[in-house]
């Protein structure tokens, strides 16, 4: 689904990705893991068309995003670490406004808008501005536009940080869901305890560089995710 | 703690002002930030020169005839009048954003920092953009006193204080109206559209007076004596305020007194407030939502209604960027209700260079045209959202066509409207082509002016502002459009009585008409092209 190879990204004399490649199969939910400044955000920023990288190939589903870069993301969706969304708009117009983009029907739409706005308790604000969201009221506007559109790829940086508990614990279902349908997850997160639990594979980026990658029985053995991540780290230090 | 606050506030001002680096961009795009910043702090300087040439050919007039029958304390107090004025409209806006609404605000307050010190930071901000924009009239018209009037010590510290007193009553007026503007934000439901109403209102009274006053202007200048003597018996405190330019110890010690006091006012306010207006979540009343029938739209509407959602969501916006709309609308009204007079006069006083008329009425409207200028912030509006246009599977080329778009809608209408009426109003002996190019160039002037408002705001973006009344109001490229659009105006027109009178108002009209349509499609292809590579790339 997703084919990173080699990909490498400086940002003047500082290598924020060095040759980094990662494979991610339909029905995978693929954990990227490493510490402040490691290269996730750039990673999964390159991977979703928003930044230009030095070098390396990125397909989504066996398309170049470079060749074809708007076939690629009408597959995908992404949800950043901060999600800045359009304060200026209520939160209907804005799902509205996804909707129309990706080219959603107006039944598919209000079916889909209901389902999950219903499951995330969003229903009754979504005629206030997205002004007056709080931070977790916005990851979950966030979320819902990203499923609104059915993407085979979701991409998502730090996804679970705002959410309350009910929502957090929704947001896995919903992950584990997409992916059984043959869907494909790739995220980043610090807590390695939800990473250790929901993902299939995982990978460990360091200054850059990708250590360590597998299915999660690969990476961790028999230690839990923390002790491998905390070991790795302490080597490097 | 101030002393850092007060920095960080210059700072900000500074580096948001004259540099906007991308932080995803690396070797040459820091030099590019200095260099786009030279040229900010350039044309910010022209335009300053440019205002204080006006305001200095104003008080050499109005000096010259008030000082001749020793009226000189009347002439301190219509200059004073004058700055206030001005002072307040320029700054009254971006003041309430500035004291209560800026992103920091919680950052700030959060720290163990005395929400004194906060508010004399915010406040020193308000203060600088007050002297600013009062001190464009006080220092041309002290200066212009001083050597008109005679040089002495006490006018010199008269001038002086007069200046610094009135960038004080600005600074105080700007905090009143900002304090009540952030007051009225906090319960109002549809607030941009109602600031946006109570500042046109506040508008239109302004330029009601303002045209009763230049229409009585003859009549006052006759009856300034008479009028002189009626305020200094029924309004005495503003006698003694016009003195304080003449270095009258009275009058300095007096309004001294009077303004330190409405600002320890103010203070006491302001101090009471802040912390409840600053932090408040606004709270009207909240809308439920019900699912209503919905349908679907085209890419490109959906962008095109994004870009519609942003600029009717902000008071701002439409108030700086918009508002040149109205008076494209007021000018063809007024010319359909006054024109004919006007044309008269207009042909008495340029009979010498055949051909004037029309090339006036159409450099009017591409004067008001180019006042317009909603394309030039969209660019640096999209600030921290840029994201999601860019993962969107959207071709960066219809995202600045929709920006482009909203433009041209708004003023199309007015653009036909004024230029139609200025086609008709033509004097009898107008040649047909000569006719038909007035709004024609107005069409094109104002297809032009929307695409060189998206280049510069794409070429100087600053996509990191803390307020939005930075990229709004305050930017490099809002600047280089209103000058450019004055520039080109008077080049059209001014220029054509020097040189266009030997080539024919036909001819005149057409070169412009050419090179406007030459520089359209300039324009447009390097938006298609490089211009929409540089947006994908932000």
């Not at chain 2, 200059?79 to 002072?87: D, Y």
């Not at chain 2, 010319?335 to 055949?354: F, N």
């Not at chain 2, 653009?415 to 007035?438: D, W």
Request: proline share 3%; net charge positive; hydrophobic share 50%.
């Amino acid at each position: 689904m997703l084919n990173i190879s080699h990909l490498t990204k400086r940002y003047g004399d500082k290598l924020a990705v060095d040759d980094l490649s990662i494979h991610i199969a339909p029905g995978e939910i693929y954990g990227f893991i490493g510490h402040n400044g490691a290269g996730k955000t750039t990673t999964l920023k390159a991977a979703v068309g928003i930044l230009q990288y030095d070098s390396g190939t990125i397909t989504i589903d066996g398309t170049d995003l470079q060749a074809d870069p708007l076939g690629c993301k009408a597959m995908l969706a992404y949800i950043p670490d901060n999600p800045d969304l359009y304060d200026f708009m209520t939160g209907i117009k804005y799902l509205l406004f996804i909707a129309d983009i990706f080219g959603v029907s107006a039944k598919d739409r209000n079916d889909r808008i209901r389902e999950l706005a219903d499951q995330l308790g969003l229903t009754d604000d979504l005629a206030q501005p997205i002004s007056a969201y709080s931070h977790g009221m916005k990851q979950k506007l966030a979320i819902i536009s990203a499923w609104l559109h059915q993407p085979r790829l979701i991409i998502m940086d730090e996804p679970f940080v705002g959410l309350d508990p009910k929502a957090s614990h929704l947001l896995k279902q919903m992950m584990r869901e997409h992916c059984d349908q043959g869907g494909a997850i790739f995220f980043s997160t610090h807590v390695l305890e939800v990473a250790e639990k929901l993902c299939d594979k995982v990978a460990i980026i360091q200054h850059g560089r990708l250590i360590r990658s597998g299915t999660m029985e690969d990476v961790k053995g028999d230690d839990s995710l923390e002790e491998v991540f905390l070991e790795l780290e302490g080597e490097s230090c | 703690m101030l002393k850092v606050l007060i920095k960080k506030q210059v700072s900000e001002t500074l580096y948001r002002s004259f540099r906007r680096r991308n932080p995803n961009r690396t070797g040459k795009s820091g030099g590019k930030g200095k260099l786009s910043g030279k040229s900010t702090m350039i044309i910010m300087i022209v335009a300053a020169l440019y205002l204080v040439a006006m305001f200095t050919f104003f008080s050499v007039g109005l000096c010259q005839k008030l000082m001749a029958v020793e009226l000189d304390w009347l002439y301190y107090l219509i200059c004073s009048g004058a700055a206030i004025i001005f002072g307040t409209f320029g700054s009254v806006f971006s003041t309430s954003f500035t004291l209560y609404m800026a992103k920091d605000n919680d950052l700030l307050l959060s720290m163990p920092i005395p929400i004194r010190d906060v508010i004399i930071s915010r406040l020193f901000s308000v203060y600088i953009m007050s002297l600013l924009y009062s001190g464009l009239i006080t220092i041309p018209s002290v200066v212009v006193g001083l050597i008109l009037g005679g040089f002495s010590f006490s006018r010199l510290l008269g001038g002086l204080i007069l200046v610094v007193l009135i960038s004080l009553i600005v600074t105080g007026l700007s905090c009143l109206l900002g304090w009540v503007v952030a007051k009225l934000s906090q319960r109002l439901k549809n607030r941009s559209f109602l600031t946006v109403l109570i500042a046109l209102l506040f508008f239109g009274l302004y330029y009601y007076v303002y045209f009763r006053i230049m229409d009585r202007v003859q009549d006052l200048l006759e009856a300034m004596i008479r009028i002189g003597g009626e305020i200094r018996s029924s309004a005495y405190f503003l006698y003694i305020f016009g003195l304080i330019g003449n270095g009258n110890w009275l009058g300095m010690a007096c309004w001294t007194g009077v303004v330190l006091l409405a600002l320890g006012l103010i203070w006491l306010i302001l101090k009471k407030t802040f912390l409840s207006i600053s932090t408040a979540t606004p709270t009207p009343k909240r809308a439920v939502y019900k699912e209503k029938e919905i349908r679907q739209g085209s890419v490109s509407y959906a962008l095109y209604r994004k870009e519609w959602y942003r600029f009717t969501t902000s008071a701002n916006y439409m108030l700086n960027c918009g508002m040149p709309l109205l008076l494209l609308l007021g000018a063809g009204a007024f010319m359909l209700i006054k024109g004919r007079k006007m044309i008269l006069m207009m042909s008495v006083v340029l009979a010498q260079v055949p051909g004037t008329i029309p090339v006036i009425l159409c450099a009017v409207c591409c004067m008001l045209g180019g006042m317009v200028d909603i394309s030039t912030p969209s660019v640096s509006l999209e600030g921290s959202t840029i994201w999601q246009l860019q993962c969107l599977p959207v071709t960066p080329w219809k995202v600045l066509r929709a920006k482009l778009m909203l433009h041209l809608s708004l003023i199309a209408f007015p653009t036909l409207f004024s230029s139609v009426v200025m086609m008709l109003l033509a004097p009898a002996g107008t040649a047909l082509i000569q006719r038909i190019l007035i709004p024609i160039i107005s069409v094109l002037n104002a297809v032009f002016f929307a695409q060189y408002g998206l280049y510069l705001g794409l070429k100087l973006p600053n996509l990191s502002w803390t307020n939005e009344i930075i990229p709004i109001k305050q930017s490099a490229p809002i600047f280089f459009v209103i000058f450019t659009g004055i520039g080109l105006s008077f080049a059209f027109g001014g220029a054509y009585l020097l040189l266009g009178g030997a080539i024919g108002a036909t001819a005149w009209m057409s070169i412009f008409a050419v090179l406007f349509f030459v520089a359209n499609v300039a324009l447009y292809r390097w938006l298609r092209g490089p211009g929409s590579a540089r947006f994908a790339a932000l």
